[in-house]
DNA sequence: TATGAATGAGGTTTCATTCAT
DNA sequence: CATGAATGAAACCTCATTCAT
């Protein structure tokens, strides 16, 4: 088999994430042997590490994938769109709805949260994440406020860093729970947070979408 | 010398407990050797073993620990208190200020929900531990909605679980970030969530705090 | 098994030491997989790693060992004697003679010449004991030269260098072929190195010797 | 195409051991992976294995021309040439000054040496090579017996053995000490061998070079 | 009851070699 | 002829656990 196609390459990478996605997320990171990937993948011992260099180095890929996926979950929209935090969440949930391997995914995100404690590479990555993440959240509340849609008091940037626990919150207990009512889950967390104003015309909008 | 025998047991249980509780925060529950176990303990391998029959009951016995605690840290206080989302968020904050070994547990909150993954028994533990813990909230919550104080359509099942995730966010959070600033992420929390009428009358009761 | 004697620790060393000095010999440093020495030392792999932390470690002290007696066996005496190349050599003849598992020690000892060449710790390690031999050598020829007995114009560290080379030379050999006649070697060597006067003299000794 | 087929396969083998000459003298006939050796000589895995069957092969290949040149540096020269150990000796140093990659080539005949314990065939091979060498050695060191200028009681198989020895044990350290003072080990190697005639003889022949 | 030396299954990784392209 | 991706046996080593003392 001489030089191979640089998609080939990509392609094998991700065919070996995608088997280490599903091990991962059945045993843990930890307890998963490398054997399991091997045959998840179908692939040799030798195949895998052509691609990656150790087990770590699985690891560190699939979590800083997971971590990011999730952190771009909580993005705002384009610059100039005046969201207040009861849309950003709102665009959270369309997200998780919308993902595949939801549950997979959910379920890798709690193990990476726990990696990102003891592994200073992760560490430094989800701090990048998150402080970007929040800060486009801060910018995007500010104009709200400008806009007089938020508590002009409101502090933006532990305010984002509140809409990010909730999604966070979520996650975990979508992950425990597999009945877990995400619609009411959903349009609790969208209410609480909601002052009456806002309540009203987001359950119009809701009952809108449900009856298209 | 069966009194003795007992506190010494549990004496004992308790000192390895401790010493894996460090452990176990350092490195991850599935990094870290039972020499380090037996090293951080002052014990010998056979009186580590005395007292727990393998590594994974003591996994189990510090996951549960910890989860118990964390959802302790959430339970509405005696019945018939008429406590709104705002007053039992502000429990949850008062509570992870007074622990000990605040980080440590946090750190271990993170890994065991992990663990909870993988783990038959932990998945049943914290469905119990969060069916009550969302049982007794939501109570508090009816009778909360029957004096008036919130808003009657909420649904407070869902709300219940809502300010558990905001819970489990922050200890994410606070456990990834060292220097996070608890006070602000309290007050944006209970801003946010409060509706006008609220947020007066609690930072009100903050100030009379601070003063005295 | 509770805390041990310092000798049975020491024991078991030189238990799994015997063990890798037979299997080493047998098959060379790299080609000897630890399973081997498990085997011929009848301990278990966590038994030989609770002593030696890794195989270049055992690969190190076997080397050492074999090396700091080789370069023992051609020290010269006690200060004060008047030896001149010919009794040193004749020295180290006397001494590998004599040395337990002799085949083995100079099939190992040329194996550890071709790792001190890319070990750093071992090259460290000959650097020094060759250098102290040397010197050792070289002012033992200094007080012959003193006497009388030895050539003035001898450079007496290049002949230490060269007394060491014969010492290597025929240890090659000796492990090379079993068959190699040890007695031949020795007299030619000796007889090679002296002047008239010096060989019939040693000649004399030994056949007191052999008579006796 | 016979002929540029055949012209073409020595070149590339000789590419290949050109490389791995580089890197066993670099790290050892058994650390050395093959891929080291594909990547010195710029050719791929397939390439090098058309040319050699296994690496068993490229190993006794280097091992018996390392061998062989070394063995060949003590060569008596032409039929007829009335040397004495002195004169055999001032070859092989005349050789050693001369040869290309010096360097390397003592390192890996340290190497071979080894090798030369655990692989038959290289066993056999060093037999021969030693054996046809002493008997040449041997016959001439008879001629020059015969003439009267060495020892008529010397065993002359014997003292070929020696000179060989001096060969190699120069070799070893020379390999060892790159500072290793080339010409006052030749000189007093031929010091320690010289009769009090020979010395004088020698001596001046050296200062007639030096001088031209 | 406590010790800690010993066990050995099983983990991760390497690397000589092959063979489809 | 050459390529280099793929193979898989086997290497080194760890670590949860046991049990003779």
Chains 1, 2, 3, 4 share one sequence.
């Not at 992950?175 to 877990?180: K, R, S, V």
Request: proline letters at 5%; glycine letters at 8%; hydrophobic letters at 45%.
């Amino acid at each position: 088999m001489p030089k191979v196609s640089d998609e080939h390459l990509a392609a094998r990478r991700r065919q070996i994430l995608d088997a280490a996605l599903v091990c991962f997320s059945r045993r843990g990171f930890h307890q998963t042997p490398m054997q399991a990937i091997f045959e998840e993948a179908g692939l040799s011992p030798g195949a895998v590490y052509r691609y990656f260099k150790s087990k770590e180095e699985i690891v560190r890929a699939i979590a800083s994938e997971t971590l990011g996926g999730f952190a771009g979950a909580i993005e705002p929209g384009a610059d100039g769109d005046p969201l207040g935090p009861v849309e950003l969440l709102d665009r959270f949930f369309d997200f998780i709805e919308g993902i595949e391997r939801r549950r997979d995914r959910l379920r890798l995100a709690i193990q990476a949260w726990g990696e990102v404690l003891h592994n200073p590479e992760l560490s430094d990555f989800v701090r990048g994440l998150v402080d970007g993440l929040r800060t486009r959240m801060s910018a995007t509340l500010r104009e709200a406020q400008d806009r007089g849609a938020v508590d002009p008091e409101l502090d933006t940037d532990a305010a984002a860093r509140v809409l990010i626990a909730i999604a966070q919150g979520f996650a975990v207990q979508s992950a425990w729970f597999e009945d877990l009512d995400l619609p009411a889950f959903r349009a609790a967390a969208l209410s609480l947070l909601s002052h009456p104003a806002e309540v009203s015309r987001l359950r119009d909008d809701q009952r809108q979408k449900e009856t298209s």
